[in-house]
């Protein structure tokens, strides 16, 4: 609906209307399946339910129509999604937890960090980088021997390339994982 109105004294409340928008914010926070109570019983049960990543919802998969493939466990989910963290029942593989050291990007993509490696000698820069970025990537395990200076001292490295487990010469190596706990959410990582 237009209206006329002299352009001294407007309020924003004059221009827009924010019925709209408060319905929809009402809407999701009220009746969406992606909106629930936050579990507030402990700090740990806090923070896994915010980090908590869902394939179900508006826009996702159903319970029924959701295969092995969806449920399992992928090479690209290393540092982003925890393999452990998962509810039994219908719901295992489709709900799941960050990884400890996993963000999301501008896109919305999962990133994971890592080390800088340059000729076998391990850099204090860390780059966040998703599955599709680190696919080219030689990557070494964060538990990889190192001397004094930072430098890979093993013959052969354990390394992941190209989504696969396999071993390298240190001088091949261009990332090193910022952690052993990378790999698994804060909840699985406190586990001794």
Not at 47 to 59: D, E, F, N, Y
Not at 87 to 106: C, D, H, V
Request: charged letters at 20%.
């Amino acid at each position: 609906r237009l209206s006329m109105a002299e352009s001294e004294g407007l309020m924003p409340q004059d221009l827009i209307n924010a019925k709209p928008v408060a319905a929809a914010v009402k809407e999701f926070f009220g009746s969406s399946q992606l909106s629930q109570f936050m579990d507030q019983n402990n700090p740990l049960s806090e923070i896994t339910h915010k980090r908590r990543v869902s394939a179900l919802g508006p826009g996702g998969l159903t319970r029924e129509r959701a295969g092995f493939e969806v449920r399992d466990v992928h090479p690209t989910h290393y540092g982003r999604v925890c393999p452990i963290e998962t509810p039994e029942g219908p719901n295992i593989g489709l709900i799941n937890s960050l990884a400890a050291y996993a963000r999301t990007n501008q896109y919305g993509f999962l990133e994971s960090p890592y080390r800088v490696v340059k000729d076998a000698l391990v850099t204090d820069e860390i780059v966040f980088l998703s599955a599709i970025e680190e696919a080219d990537h030689v990557i070494a395990q964060a538990s990889a021997t190192m001397n004094d200076k930072k430098v890979l001292i093993d013959e052969l490295v354990a390394v992941r390339h190209l989504n696969e487990f396999t071993v390298k010469a240190p001088e091949d190596v261009t990332l090193m994982d910022v952690s052993p706990k990378q790999v698994v959410s804060v909840a699985a990582s406190l586990i001794p």
